[in-house]
């Protein structure tokens, strides 16, 4: 199993970005997927989290209203659209997988990881 993350960068406050996460050799819609990320100096926290095929979705009270977690089954991809950018959502952002459908919030309920992406938020 793979999972591939793209779309970091460096942003200015008030920008968007969107994460992509392609996994392979995994049966994408058995899955719940999450997207984390981990400050320098900082646990590895939950971003948001998307169950199977349902709109059973969660996010961190941090995000809320600003980040949208989606998936697209047929392509095994789960994306995050991240708008308003801040300066603290700076962090290496990694895509979990889990293989039970429910919302899972701690790193250690994920099997498999994605290697991260890096988002700098700085003016």
């Known amino acids: 199993v793979q999972l591939v993350e793209s779309g970091g960068g460096l942003v200015q406050p008030g920008d968007s970005l969107r994460l992509s996460c392609t996994a392979s050799?995994?049966?994408?819609?058995?899955?719940?997927t999450a997207w984390f990320r981990q400050a320098p100096g900082n646990e590895r926290e939950i971003v948001a989290a998307a169950v199977r095929t349902s709109s059973n979705k969660y996010y961190a009270d941090s995000v809320k209203d600003r980040f949208t977690v989606t998936r697209d089954n047929a392509k095994n991809t789960v994306y995050l659209q991240m708008n308003n950018l801040k300066p603290e959502d700076t962090g290496v952002y990694y895509c979990?997988?889990?293989?039970?459908?429910?919302?899972?919030?701690?790193?250690?309920?994920?099997?498999?990881w994605g290697q991260g992406t890096q988002v700098t938020v700085s003016s």
């Open positions: 979990a997988a889990a293989l039970r459908g429910i919302v899972l919030r701690t790193p250690q309920d994920y099997r498999y």
């Open positions: 050799d995994l049966n994408f819609i058995s899955v719940t």
